[in-house]
């Protein structure tokens, strides 16, 4: 053991060395626990701030107690021993002090940065969501035209046969006389239907285009009652009314047909144990257009959940089993009122039945006819007699009965298969 060193060189003696050891051990100790828990606590709960302070009081009681140690030993030591332990102690508390002072700023710009980062992100799941919305419509319109093409090509096909066959039944009647009369008018009626069928699959494929003129609403509803009661069948008990009076609304005849009777199935579907299906023309007002018509389909059935309620008018939206709804009924609906400048909507209470409401804006253009369909009785037929008439139609059964059916009129008729024949014959 050395007697008290006063000079700093007198340290590097062995004798020193030996002193301060056993105090320098407690204090590394010390030291080494302090930021073992230091880390601890960082690593654990995140509490990197209070952490920083831990540790400097760690740090302070390691030193303290060095010094305490030193001077209960009973030991002597040398002022260099001591200048180091204060140097130590001075150096690790400018640098936590020095952090600590950092540590808000640094925490303020980390948090920025977060913030930003789930800004950005927000921003990239909104983007995302976007694109496969717009996917989603995509596939749709793509399944859309899928449909529109074949109905297209359908309808194309059926129209020649549908043809042939009025053809056919015209001369049969004109051959034959009063005596096949009856069932003549049974196969026209069927080919009707077949023929609306066709219009139907034209229609939704987009070929056809809306063809809106005056209409007086309440003559339509009133001639198809006859085909909505087969349509709905005796389930379904039909109301069929209008009010007096109703001004004109420019309207596709056509597309009007198929609106209403799209809606009747869709109400008598919905009434599986039977019911009351109502259908009513009224007048009607909206901001825009003070004169409007009303035409409400009501019925008693099950009525739609308010959770799909928002989606019956998407096309291919369908709640019914594969093979009896293809979800495209609403989508006319709402595609013929909204490009006629009409409105429509739902109102429906699950147990108690729906009504969906078309409205169309009142026109003041005036027709030929009430319906803007021409009155045979009307018009005067002008002489057909040594006319001639060229038909240019590449299905020859079509051309036939075309043919002889002009040709029976007392008209002249010259046919060819294609637009080049017909020019060159022009020519
Ligand atoms: N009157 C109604 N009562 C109850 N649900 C209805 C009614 N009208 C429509 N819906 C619901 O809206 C869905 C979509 O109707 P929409 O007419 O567009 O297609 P669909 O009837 O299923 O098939 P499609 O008309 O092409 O044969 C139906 O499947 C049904 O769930
Ligand atoms: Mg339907």
């Not at 100790?29 to 302090?34: D, I, K, M, N």
Request: some cysteine; hydrophobic content about 45%; charged content about 20%.
């Amino acid at each position: 053991m050395s007697s008290q060193l006063t000079d700093f060189g007198a340290l590097r003696s062995d004798g020193d060395r030996q002193l301060l050891s056993p105090v320098s051990r407690v204090g590394a100790y010390l030291s080494v626990g302090a930021a073992a828990v230091a880390v601890l606590l960082i690593w654990r709960r995140g509490l990197f701030g209070r952490a920083i302070y831990a540790w400097l009081a760690f740090v302070l009681v390691a030193e303290g107690a060095g010094v305490w140690l030193s001077t209960h030993s009973g030991q002597r030591y040398t002022i260099a021993w001591y200048m180091a332990r204060a140097e130590g102690l001075l150096a690790n508390s400018v640098m936590l002090g020095v952090v600590a002072v950092h540590f808000r700023a640094v925490q303020k710009r980390l948090t920025d940065a977060y913030l930003t980062l789930q800004h950005r992100t927000e921003q990239l799941q909104a983007q995302v969501q976007k694109r496969e919305t717009a996917e989603a419509q995509l596939a749709r319109a793509q399944k859309l035209d899928a449909v529109g093409r074949l109905g297209a090509s359908l309808a194309h096909d059926l129209n020649n046969i549908l043809q042939v066959l009025t053809g056919r039944l015209a001369i049969i009647r004109r051959r034959a006389g009063e005596s096949v009369e009856g069932d003549v008018q049974v196969m026209r009626r069927s080919v009707k239907k077949a023929e609306a069928l066709t219009r139907q699959l034209t229609l939704l494929s987009g070929r056809r285009r809306n063809q809106p003129r005056p209409l007086e609403v309440a003559p339509v509803l009133a001639e198809m009652e006859d085909a909505l009661r087969s349509l709905v069948g005796a389930h379904c008990q039909l109301h069929l009314s209008a009010e007096e009076g109703l001004p004109r609304v420019a309207l596709d005849p056509l597309e009007l047909e198929i609106a209403v009777t799209n809606l009747a199935t869709n109400a008598c579907d919905a009434m599986n144990l039977g019911g009351r299906l109502r259908i009513h023309a009224r007048h009607a007002s909206t901001p825009d257009h003070p004169q409007a018509i009303a035409i409400e389909v009501t019925d008693e059935g099950e009525g739609i959940k308010p959770e799909i309620l928002g989606k019956v008018f998407e096309p291919f939206f369908t709640t019914k089993v594969r093979g009896h709804g293809t979800g495209l009924g609403l989508a006319q609906v709402h595609a013929f009122v909204t490009g006629s400048g009409g409105t429509v909507q739902v109102d429906s209470e699950v147990g108690r039945g729906t009504t969906v409401t078309m409205v169309f804006p009142a026109t003041t253009a005036t027709a030929a006819t009430a319906n803007g369909r021409l009155d045979a009785a009307a018009v005067e037929r002008p002489p057909l007699e040594g006319k001639v008439v060229l038909i240019v139609e590449d299905n020859a059964d079509v051309r036939d009965a075309s043919s002889q059916l002009l040709s029976a009129e007392g008209l002249a008729v010259r046919v060819v298969e294609d637009a080049p024949q017909a020019l060159a014959l022009l020519d």
